[in-house]
């Protein structure tokens, strides 16, 4: 249960009670669809999201992004946000590309890199937590709580509204002073191999930023 101090204001919650062992993407996974959504979902997500034993603590995914597409206003914007190494600074074709869940507490750390073409990559780091709800929180403070759905057994994240925290504050962010809505699909292909697909819409601007790829799993995990 978070703490509400005035409407527009959340604070961390920190009563919630201790867990054992750290945190598991898959448990905040689980805990943030609905039943009949959950049974819903291809398994083969389920797996690849579930470490090999509770102590594992690191998964491993790599790939190419076949499309990462950035407006003209979505480069401006990107290029405001530079310093927090949030969104990519272009448009670029068949970027390498890998990508780390790591276990920390009660929240997970997501790593990805972009291997571009000219040589140099960039890093996108962020904290995936379900405390005191489901949020994923980027560089500078910035982040946004987040929404799970199942569409047609592909797994559906959806942004339920940004965020800037500062210290233990979460300051909800107006609409209009976001970079619009977020959707990420993760769609299974087979029990090793699934494509991602990224879009970030403005209701102004259209499309700002598109991203496509194909990826393979790098762990070895139990079948379902």
């Not at 978070?2 to 204001?9: E, G, L, Q």
């Not at 970027?95 to 920390?104: L, W």
């Not at 199942?150 to 609409?175: E, M, T």
């Not at 619009?180 to 769609?187: D, K, Y």
């Amino acid at each position: 249960m978070s703490v509400a101090i005035v409407p527009w204001v959340e604070r961390r919650n920190r009563n919630r009670q201790p867990v054992t062992g750290p945190r598991q993407f898959i448990d905040m996974l689980r805990n943030g669809l609905e039943d009949r959504a959950w049974q819903e979902m291809d398994p083969h997500i389920a797996h690849r999201f579930a470490p090999r034993n509770r102590r594992s603590s690191v998964l491993r995914y790599s790939g190419r992004m076949q499309w990462v597409y950035c407006s003209p206003v979505g480069l401006f914007i990107a290029r405001i946000l530079k310093p927090f190494s949030i969104l990519p600074t272009g448009c670029v074709r068949n970027s390498e590309f890998y990508f780390r869940i790591s276990c920390s507490g009660d929240f997970v750390l997501k790593r990805r890199v972009y291997r571009l073409p000219d040589g140099q990559q960039f890093v996108f780091e962020s904290r995936f937590s379900d405390t005191p709800r489901l949020h994923e929180e980027f560089g500078g403070g910035l982040g946004m709580y987040l929404r799970l759905a199942v569409k047609s057994g592909a797994l559906l994240f959806r942004d339920n509204g940004y965020f800037l925290r500062l210290k233990d504050w979460r300051i909800p962010l107006p609409r209009w002073l976001t970079v619009g809505r977020f959707e990420l699909l993760h769609r299974n292909i087979d029990a090793r191999r699934f494509q991602i697909i990224i879009r970030l819409s403005h209701p102004l601007f259209g499309t700002l930023f598109y991203q496509r790829g194909l990826f393979q799993d790098q762990n070895t995990l139990p079948r379902p």
